[in-house]
């Protein structure tokens, strides 16, 4: 692979990555304050949030009073964005496409915050942006530091490429790093002239955070950049309205010396996030991308390589129709008639209103076999469906992303005795895209839409178009299962996928979250106890008035509103509502409320208050402060890490598929006596480790740890 790609590649650790990114140094104090400097006032204004992520950005932007579109390829990061900024519009959009749903001219601001490093054609991106901004509007964009990576990975400053890396929290990313006369051009080709560029220092909150991380970035430029560009009059776009950005590649001619670096058309855009890891990357390689001439138009891409590339045919309808949803018990019973007297395995969706409904639930149960047909339950009507469960006991279950499904579909009474995920298998294979659509696509060719993913499932009745989505998701899933099954045996993978799904069938539930309410974004800017008391007496009120209307929690009470409060500790109801953060009908209906959360807050003898500290925990601390805390742990976890990626490229495995990268952290922090294979393998075993991931491993972590100096 050339370039980036299209999949989401956060997807995968998208919770833990808004968690982490939600109040980091890297993300609250350094690259937010700059991105929101330069945005300036956003009050009254239409703010396009380009790869929202978790959506920080978009409550920070809602709270200061503008109006929000946001996007994100991920399914994931769109549903987190709706929880943590209920008053946006936010979709699931890939921006390798136009946007089809803005008008020209219709945006005042965008923001494409640490995201254009996961863009192939970028040119074509920002050009559809400058489409869609008003003429007196800005885009404001951040990237990482060209001069920071380039001392970090070597070779050319001036060498466009894609590096490809484990992050310090065991993700595995790839993105491009060129130097800044690339985005230069980049944004001239695309009709903008740069306003302003910003080398932003952190802020001075910072410093507590991480006094090292501070005093690096700011005396030396290893961070990111922001870059305010406003639209060239008289610049045109040619982004096509009706077409993908690989078409705009042809239209839009040759040469193009932005983009010369580029891969093929196949390869357009990744999923992009404004928020990046405050744990900096620690390992991997640069994958070098060739430079194309810049001066002959003939080396442009040919309208025959789009041509070339592997013919997807879209899914556009199930082959028996859509069918209507079973909600009687009468209906139930037939279906699990039908679907016991089936053969074959058995295809499962269910689809969730996460950012919507609190909690988790499932509101539609999607099932096909052979023999049986589709069926589409309507599990709040039938919430006991452990009959259907008792007809397929010892049948196959096939999912894709089980884990995300499985809890759900247990609280139903649905529990599987055998499990086959298609996103674990791809993953294993190998597979660059392990999203449902890509791999269907490759693996057989047809094209999943996925538009309706982070839709209000709760709704009812469900949209016909709705429903025709949730009946394809389970369409070719067995037939997905069976190639996918062929390639693991092929690749002498099958034990180890076998091993994977009975770990994801027989997962326990987590445990219980110790002080939830600490995870309240912004929560950074609190630093004293009582303030600290009054954010936790208004996430207790909101959680509990959440649960008793079933609301989302983010749209009970925006998390933007629980920190202000806190900050400006008013005394009474027109004091608290004439915060802009309760300005809002619905918090303004119910402020009688939230002040007495904050006037018990207030209320609590200093006993009772919060320590400014957080909980005790016996994670390791964080890969960053080991070479000073624990210089030899610091080797080992270096070391494990080497071993670790060699095996990922020799058996084509993600690395954290190999190894929880929690596990191997804390197996390196706190390594067992005598550090040898028989140890590390029951250490392995007792994190949860499987059989074949001990035999690839422990031998190998062995001799590497004895190799180094002092072991």
Known sequence: MTGVGREPQYEAFADAFAEHARDGFYNAHYDRPACLSLLGDVAGRHVLDVGCGP???????????????????????????TAHA?????????????LGWLPDGSVDLALWALGIEYVDDRV?????????????????????HPTGDWLRHGGSYFTTRVIE??????????????????????LHEAGFLIERLLEPRPAPTAEVLSPDAYALLAGEPRGFLAIRAVPRPGATTSSPRGGGCAVARVTCGAPRPACADAPAPSHTVDHMHSEVSDDLPTTGGDVAHPPL?????????AVADVAAEPTVVP?????????????????????VAAFGAGTGPVAVDAERASGYRYGQRTYLVQLRREGAGTALIDPIALPDLSALSDALVGVEWVLHAASQDLPGLSEQGMRPTRVFDTELGARLLGMERVGLAAVVADALGLGLAKEHSAVDWSTRPLPPEWLRYAALDVEVLVELRTVLAERLAVAGKAEWAAQEFEAVRTAPPPPPRVEPWRRVSGLHQIRDARRLAVVRELWQTRDQNARLRDISPGRVL???????????????????????????????????????????????????????RGPKSDAPPPPRAWADKDPAAAARLAAARDVV??????????????????????????????????????????????????????????????ALPGA
């Open 165 to 186: 890396e484990d992050w310090a929290a065991g993700w595995h990313l790839r993105y491009w790093l060129a130097p800044l006369e690339r985005t230069c051009e980049e």
């Open 55 to 81: 959506g920080w950005y978009a409550a920070e932007l809602v709270s200061r009073g503008a109006r929000v579109s946001a996007f994100d390829l991920s399914p994931r990061m769109v549903e987190l964005t």
């Open 558 to 612: 925006p998390d933007a509103a629980i920190v202000a409060a806190a900050q400006a500790l008013p005394r009474s109801v027109p004091q608290l509502t004439a915060l802009p953060a309760f300005s809002g009908k619905g918090t303004r209906r119910r402020a009688t409320l939230w002040q007495q959360a904050i006037d018990r807050g207030l209320a609590l003898p200093d006993s009772e208050l919060p320590s400014v």
């Open 293 to 301: 001439p810049l001066t002959d138009p003939t080396d442009a891409p």
């Open 645 to 706: 990626a060699d095996l990922s490229e020799t058996h084509s495995v993600p690395a954290e598929n190999l190894l929880q990268p929690d596990l191997l952290r804390r197996l390196c922090w706190a390594p067992p006596r005598p550090l040898d294979a028989a140890t590390i393998a029951d250490a392995l075993v007792s994190g949860g480790a499987r059989a074949w991931q001990v035999e690839l491993l422990a031998e190998r972590l062995a001799t590497a740890f004895a």
């Open 124 to 144: 074509c991106a920002l050009r559809e942006l400058r489409r869609v901004l008003r003429p007196e509007g800005a885009l404001v964009l951040s990237r990482l």
């Open 86 to 98: 209920p008053d946006a519009d936010v979709r699931v959009h890939d921006a390798a496409e136009p």
């Open 315 to 335: 899914l556009t309808e199930p082959a028996d129709g859509v069918p209507h949803v079973v909600d009687t018990p009468e209906e139930l019973a037939r279906v």
